[in-house]
């Protein structure tokens, strides 16, 4: 990749990390103000989650910029990893804002703590919430995808996640207001703290898949089946007589694929060079932009 291109490349980046802060920023003082206003514990506890999302997209803002950095004599794989630090810490704050969550609804809950008031507001802010995360979930991901960038496809699952955790909430409010108009129906009061509960529940399931994704990546583990995969397209090369001891490792979206392959020993330096290089395009079509080191070794004599 050239150097304008990678220019871009960041840039584009930076530009959805800090239109993801903005957008967090928005939601949680909106989400604060309704939901201390009409006593809702579902609107609170998805503040508490916008908030959790502003503190993850300042973190994803912050990976972003340092993962850009350029390799130099301290980090000689690049900057790549600090992406996959960021996610962790992402996770663990998820799972910390899960059990204030989960305690507060059981607290409310026993004490018959009920008291709710669900207005206009209630319903505009989740509504609202739900418009402005497909949005930004849409597009962190169209951007993670095309850059392979493990911290904004982290910040695009947290939104994706508080489209399903706001519709849950809606449902609570409803069966909350139900309630107040068929007083037969008074459990339906309950269901606000329920969807407390529920917005507990599936961030916790995103937290566990990000951090056992996260754990992977920081302890260099390959995906399945990727070596069979380079060994086959290698072994099918002219020239090659077997491909082995392959590694492959990540630093945040960059891949260094180490090989060693047996070459005809008689060849001159020029033609194993050359065939070295017709490698790496090969490997190209597999793993895009992958920093490749072949390591040739003399095929013996029949």
Known sequence: MNAAAEALREREKRWAATSSVVAAVGLTGFKIVVG???GSLGILAEA????????????????????GRPADTEHLYGHGKVENLSALFETLLLLITC???????????IAHRLDIEVTLWSFAVMATSIV?????????????????SDALEADALHFRT???????VIL????????????????LRYSDAVAAIAVALIVVQVSVKLGLRTVRALVDTAPAGLDQKIAAAVDALPG??????????YSGSRPFVDIHVLLDGSQTLREAHDLTEEIERALALILPEADVTVHPEPRSAA
């Open 132 to 148: 402005v995360d497909v949005s930004r979930s849409r597009m962190l991901y169209r951007v993670a995808r095309k850059h392979s």
């Open 162 to 168: 508080d489209i399903w955790s706001s519709s849950v």
């Open 36 to 38: 201390i206003a009409t």
């Open 240 to 249: 090659v007589t077997n491909c082995h001891h392959v590694r492959v490792r």
């Open 172 to 187: 609570g409010l409803i069966c909350v207001k139900i309630s107040e108009w068929m007083p037969v129906a008074r459990l």
């Open 99 to 109: 059990v204030w969550i989960i305690w507060g609804a059981i607290h409310r809950l």
């Open 48 to 67: 508490a989650h916008s908030g959790l999302d502003l503190a993850a997209a300042l973190m994803t803002l912050f990976a972003v910029r340092i993962s």
